[in-house]
C-alpha cells in the first residue's frame, strides 16, 4: 500500500506563487508517472500536469508557461510550482501517483488533496 500526501496549498493573489509537493510513502514500490489533477467546484478533475519516471513532462494548455512539474526520485517526491497564478486556478489539487509493487502490480493512488485559493 501507497500513501500520498500533499501539501503547500493556500490562499494568494492574484500573480503570485505556490509551490505543492506531494510525497510518496510505504515500502517496496516503484513510482512511474506522477501527476498533478485539479477539480474547481462543481467541474470535472483535469490533469494539470504529468512527469514520467524518465522526467518528461507535459502540461494542460492552460497551465503552460506559468506551471513547472518536477521529481525527486530520493524522496519520492513531486513538486508543482505555480507562477502567475490566476483566479480561475482555483481548485482543489490531487496528486496522482502511478505505482508498481511486486504483491500488487501497478496500481495509481491519489492524495488527499490541497486547497489553492487564488483571490482577484
Known amino acids: 500500500q501507497v500513501q500520498l500526501v500533499e501539501s503547500g496549498g493556500g490562499l494568494v493573489q492574484a500573480g503570485g506563487s505556490l509551490r505543492l509537493s506531494c510525497a510518496a510513502s510505504?515500502?517496496?514500490?516503484?513510482?512511474?508517472?506522477m501527476d498533478w489533477y485539479r477539480q474547481a467546484p462543481g467541474k470535472q478533475r483535469d490533469l494539470v500536469a504529468r512527469?514520467?519516471?524518465?522526467?518528461?513532462?507535459t502540461y494542460a494548455d492552460s497551465v503552460k508557461g506559468r506551471f513547472t512539474i518536477s521529481r525527486d526520485n530520493a524522496k519520492n517526491t513531486v513538486y508543482l510550482q505555480m507562477d502567475t497564478l490566476k483566479p480561475e486556478d482555483t481548485a482543489v489539487y490531487y496528486c496522482?501517483?502511478?505505482?508498481?509493487?511486486?504483491?500488487?502490480?501497478?496500481?495509481?493512488?491519489w492524495g488527499q488533496g490541497t486547497q489553492v485559493t487564488v483571490s482577484s
Open positions: 512527469i514520467t519516471s524518465g522526467g518528461s513532462t
Open positions: 510505504g515500502s517496496s514500490f516503484r513510482i512511474n508517472a
Open positions: 496522482n501517483a502511478e505505482v508498481y509493487s511486486h504483491s500488487l502490480g501497478y496500481q495509481r493512488y
